[in-house]
């Protein structure tokens, strides 16, 4: 019952590796081999089979797509994944791929999919901007494994942010979502709350000091056994 999470699927090389030394591609080989946790979160799920596909499906894996990190890699079957019914969620694989900033990740990942699945069909709805926020959202959420996160409605975590719509970029709109998925960025979010608790009003950061943040991080930086070696 622990939740587990580890990367899967991420590299063409990692499947090759599976099929030549076990004969199976990985999550048909974990499965296989009862090795399969639930719940389980995994990041990137680039490289699947139909086989595999029904794999995550059963098992309700949470898979998560993180496209500035994966589009120089493969392009999911993300499509597939969500007929399926598998949870699908939007990550950044980490800051130090370009960021955190998952408005990016949205509007990226529509291209991707638009110019490698939606060409081939003509169909330049192969990833509606509404699936793409609701991956993002509830996706991310399930891939959290917390009950209730995801959603605005009674009872559920306080879970919010408060975007500046009033920026110049960001209207006229006639529709707010398709805006929100191809126009905004990180930096038009004005206010966050985490459960309750107001963590940045106005873009001001109210529990963490951020330069003393900066110069920890800078001192642990100048240490660096390379960087001594590279001056």
């Not at 994966?70 to 969500?82: A, D, E, F, I, M």
């Not at 920026?167 to 126009?183: D, F, G």
Request: net charge negative.
């Amino acid at each position: 019952g622990v939740p587990v999470e580890t990367h899967m699927n991420e590299y063409a090389s990692e499947v090759t590796d599976f099929l030549e030394r076990y004969g199976e591609r990985p999550f048909v080989w974990l499965e296989r081999e009862g090795l399969l946790p639930a719940p389980m979160t995994a990041p990137h799920c680039i490289f699947l089979s139909q086989e595999e596909i029904a794999v995550l499906a059963r098992r309700q894996v949470r898979a998560v797509h993180c496209p500035f990190s994966n589009c120089g890699k493969g392009v999911p079957p993300t499509p597939q994944l969500l007929a399926a019914g598998v949870p699908v969620g939007l990550g950044t694989d980490g800051s130090a791929h370009g960021g955190l900033d998952l408005f990016r990740e949205m509007r990226l990942f529509r291209g991707v999919m638009n110019a490698t699945r939606g060409v081939g069909t003509a169909d330049s709805c192969i990833m509606p901007a509404e699936t793409l926020l609701k991956m993002a959202a509830q996706g991310g959420a399930a891939a959290l494994m917390e009950p209730g996160l995801g959603v605005i409605e009674q009872g559920a975590p306080a879970d919010l942010i408060a975007v500046d719509t009033g920026a110049p970029h960001l209207w006229p709109t006639q529709n707010l979502v398709h805006t929100l998925v191809e126009s905004a960025s990180g930096a038009d979010v004005r206010h966050s709350i985490v459960n309750g608790k107001l963590l940045m009003r106005d873009r001001e950061l109210l529990t963490i000091d951020r330069e003393r943040v900066r110069r920890e991080a800078e001192a642990l930086f100048e240490k660096q056994p390379w960087l001594q070696s590279w001056k």
